[in-house]
């Protein structure tokens, strides 16, 4: 039945000035599409926020849903669940870590959260430091807040209050060390971790959290970053959390991000949402190695919320993992990934508006736009929308494709599934809105 008012009328909309809030009603979806409620089938190229990685409503795990339902809907934590234990194992095969255990919770934010509480309480410093980094998100509870370094947060939560300290980022096209490649940039942000851990005390710290890809604030860390952070933080015995809730799940490349360095990359924790479930359903989950799980085994586990590891979500969360396998989803974005970053790469070519294309590991990427490329200048100051992606994303829309756009950055997130001519097809779009809305490159 539909409303009697409208929705703008009603609810509070997350990430927006209420005032300004117009989007479609969406009635339905079906792969890599979404319905709207005026007839509209429009393709999803951010994957509603880097959520639908499976894309919408997939056949398997709605079937998983409702299979759980005709048994059993929800029983509290206390008491077992079939789907969470198999959800747990299905997790700790695909990152390897063997003997670990799996903490479940309603999504990302609260994943973090417990992610540093389990670090905290595993070493033995319950209000340790936690260095994060600037420009990075974890989430909008207020604790999650403190952890992210978001320009939209920083006048809500004091870090400080929490026991956050914000590193620099490596943010290679806007280098905050001066570094001539990728490379140093890399090194020396890694680096620049350790000097902090250094200069605070590593008596006084507990963990480093950071998002081995980064997602909506669109700095994707050159490829020396993470084996390096990982060496920091182990020479100075602190916990590495890994925040893959963006990045988890195929999205770039691999079931982990982290998973590109191998065993050099190897976290002590990390955090997963979004692509868990294929957003089919909320659920987070914070992945402990058998070291740290050890830790905690003779210890009261001051921690979880009602619906944490809910059956329903976890039955979801089965069979969306067992779909990315038996479809070959992580391949497949591995693939498709190197021919969408190919593809951007020759737009930058021939578009004197786009500054730097960053990604290729998966199907996600960032474009970034400047006002010029000489100096780098960008188009609108952080994190102000520039009318150029204002038309891009009406524009796009218009044309049945959803961009998604963050300040300068474009960010291009398409559900695993996409065909390959609707990704095509996208990209192309694209091409023709940039010429419509800027001069070529001659």
Known sequence: MPPDRPERETVLHSWTVQSAWDAPTVIGGAGARFFTADGRSILDFSSQSECCNLGHQHPAVVRAIRDQADRLCYVANKWGAEPRARLAELLLEKSGFEGGRVFFTLG????????????????GHPRGIVISRDRSYHGASYVAMAFSGDARTHAQVDPAHFAVVHALPPYAYRSPFGASSDDECGWRAAAHVGDLIGQIGRDECAAVLMEPNAGTNGIVAPDSYWPALRQAATAAGLYLIADEVMSGFGRCGEWFAWQRYGEAGRPDLMTLAKGLTGAHLPLGAVVLSAAVAAKLEHQ???????????????????????????????????????????????????????????????????????????????????????????????????????????????????????????????????????????????
């Not at 990302?108 to 070493?123: L, S, T």
């Not at 969408?340 to 199907?363: P, Q, S």
């Open 108 to 123: 990302g934010a609260d994943a973090n959260e417990h992610a540093v509480k389990f670090a905290r309480q595993a070493i």
């Open 300 to 442: 009261m586990l001051d921690a979880g919320l009602t619906y944490c590891g809910h059956p329903l979500s976890c039955a979801a969360g089965v069979a969306a993992v067992e779909a990315y396998e038996s479809e070959g989803l992580i391949e497949r974005s591995r693939r498709l990934g190197g021919e969408m970053f190919a593809a951007l790469c020759a737009l930058k070519e021939r578009h004197a508006v786009i500054g730097d294309v960053r990604g290729g590991h998966g199907l996600f990427a960032v474009v970034e736009f400047v006002a010029d490329r000489k100096s780098r200048a960008p188009l609108a100051p952080w994190p102000q929308v520039p009318a150029l992606l204002t038309s891009i994303v009406r524009d796009g829309l218009a044309a049945g494709v959803s961009f998604a756009v963050r300040g300068n950055l474009l960010l291009l997130a398409p559900p695993l599934v996409i065909g390959q001519q609707d990704l095509a097809d996208a990209l192309a779009l694209l091409d023709q809105l940039l010429a419509k809305h800027t001069r070529r490159v001659p």
